[in-house]
T-cell receptor
Framework: GQNIDQPTEMTATEGAIVQINCTYQ??????LFWYQQHAGEAPTFLSY????GLEEKGRFSSFLSRSKGYSYLLLKELQMKDSASYLC???????????FGAGTRLAVHP | ETGVTQTPRHLVMGMTNKKSLKCEQH?????MYWYKQSAKKPLELMFV???????ENNSVPSRFSPECPNSSHLFLHLHTLQPEDSALYLC???????????????FGSGTQLSVL
């Protein structure tokens, strides 16, 4: 079956670093996406990994290990506005098939 | 502003009502999607349209009926819904159909639907 696991909730302190993990088991793999979703708003694209390794984009980085079915999103220098849900999604099985995890709700405290 | 607009933002309907959700994208994309987001559950893909043609129906009950008159507009017609259909319904678009190959999705803010 298709399965994507990520922690339900995490808390962190402003200015700190937090790592959100995602493990997946899917019948195909065309890449892994991370989206950010603030409460009541649209999910917005953060990153895409298709090859193993680390992709860095400002304060956010995303890592992928295809052999382990594992990814993480790393957020540095946390800000209050980073409080949101972070959705891990895998492209699987050809066109238009994006399978989402349930999301990790991150709360950043002062 | 993501370039994808959904209306209405909130909708309350009875089980015997008929209503429609509307989505419009101003990004020149060729693929449009309906997703369902329930509390503490993963986003569920419902329908996909590529160049106005439906390419995916993810075993969605017939009480949900999509319509895509052109590449910029997408509707979801609702009739005789059940209380368990209450959820956030998200529309999305992408440049083409290849979301699984790096084509990222642009989402609307969704319609929060409550079925009484």
């Amino acid at each position: 079956g298709q399965n994507i696991d990520q922690p339900t909730e995490m808390t962190a302190t402003e200015g700190a670093i937090v790592q959100i993990n995602c493990t997946y088991q899917t019948s195909g793999f065309n890449g892994l996406f991370w989206y950010q979703q603030h409460a009541g708003e649209a999910p917005t694209f953060l990153s895409y990994n298709v090859l193993d390794g680390l992709e860095e984009k400002g304060r956010f980085s995303s890592f992928l290990s295809r052999s382990k079915g594992y990814s993480y999103l790393l957020l540095k220098e946390l800000q209050m506005k980073d409080s949101a849900s972070y959705l891990c999604a895998v492209g699987s099985g050809g066109y238009n098939k994006l399978i989402f995890g349930a999301g990790t709700r991150l709360a950043v405290h002062p | 502003e993501t370039g994808v607009t959904q209306t209405p933002r909130h909708l309350v309907m009875g089980m015997t009502n008929k209503k429609s959700l509307k989505c419009e994208q101003h990004l020149g994309h060729n693929a449009m999607y309906w997703y369902k987001q329930s509390a503490k559950k993963p986003l569920e893909l419902m329908f996909v349209y590529n160049f106005k043609e439906q390419t995916e129906n993810n075993s969605v009950p017939s009480r949900f009926s999509p319509e895509c008159p052109n590449s910029s507009h997408l509707f979801l017609h609702l009739h005789t819904l059940q209380p368990e259909d209450s959820a956030l319904y998200l529309c999305a678009s992408s440049q083409d159909g290849e979301t699984g190959r790096g084509g990222k999705l642009f989402f609307g803010s969704g319609t929060q639907l409550s079925v009484l």
